[in-house]
Nanobody, 120 residues
């Protein structure tokens, strides 16, 4: 059973930075496409970023392009989300997720989430 554990969330002022980490165990990390999602209070969960199995391809939602960077270290079974120039609207619970199929856009494994709060 794959387990994903996020860390690195917290309270930061607008314009600041945070780096989220997601450590995976119980599976073959390098075989999963990984993604970050977030859910703000009263809103649906939304896609933030994703990275291919090798790390050679990355994808971002428009609102975070140029500010967030997703990366992974397959030797450490960890995916990261570097968040810079944070805005109040980035406040949410952030989840990492793993996807087995390269063809079906469904994520199979989810972490428990980490809270990010940006004060304005």
């Amino acid at each position: 059973q794959v387990q994903l554990v996020e860390s690195g969330g917290g309270l930061v002022q607008a314009g600041g930075s945070l780096r989220l980490s997601c450590a995976a165990s119980g599976g073959t990390f390098s075989s999963y496409k990984m993604g970050w999602f977030r859910q703000a209070p009263g809103k649906e969960r939304e896609f933030v970023a994703a990275i291919s199995r090798s790390g050679s391809s990355t994808y971002y939602t428009n609102s975070v392009k140029g500010r967030f960077t997703i990366s992974r270290d397959n030797a450490k079974n960890t995916v990261y989300l570097q968040m810079n120039s944070l805005k109040a609207e980035d406040t949410a619970v952030y989840y990492c997720a793993g996807r087995v199929s390269p063809y079906v856009d469904v994520y199979d494994y989810w972490g428990q989430g980490t809270q990010v709060t940006v004060s304005s």
